[in-house]
């Protein structure tokens, strides 16, 4: 049975950082991209992040690029996303996602498994 258990959501004041973490078990997805997604209250789950299988591809959305940095560790079986200078806008659910891949444009497209989602809020 695959499982994607988020990690290390919390309250922040704005400015501050959190690192979220995703540690997969039941199968290994050493070979393939991982992604996070977040979902704000009232609103669209949205892309945030990805990383090819290897670690030398990234990509983000324009809203966190600068702040927000995706990695993975493929002996751990684990993704990692370091969030700093959080804003208030920053404040949702998020979500980690596995077996994607990652276009010719660069675009995330979502693999099968999702995991529960852990929630960020960041105060003003």
């Known amino acids: 049975q695959v499982q994607l258990v988020e990690s290390g959501g919390g309250l922040v004041q704005a400015g501050g950082s959190l690192r979220l973490s995703c540690a997969a078990s039941?199968?290994?997805?050493?070979?393939?991209?991982m992604g996070w997604f977040r979902q704000a209250p009232g609103k669209e789950r949205e892309f945030v992040a990805c990383?090819?299988?290897?670690?030398?591809?990234?990509s983000y959305t324009k809203p966190v690029r600068g702040r927000f940095s995706i990695s993975r560790d493929n002996a751990k079986n684990t993704a990692y996303l370091q969030m700093s200078s959080l804003i208030p806008e920053d404040t949702a659910v998020y979500f980690c996602?596995?077996?994607?891949?990652?276009?010719?444009?660069?675009?995330?497209?979502?693999?099968?498994?999702w995991g529960q989602g852990t929630q960020v809020t960041v105060s003003s």
């Open positions: 996602n596995a077996d994607g891949s990652i276009d010719t444009l660069g675009n995330y497209v979502s693999g099968a498994y």
């Open positions: 039941g199968r290994t997805f050493s070979s393939k991209a």
């Open positions: 990383i090819s299988w290897n670690g030398d591809r990234s």
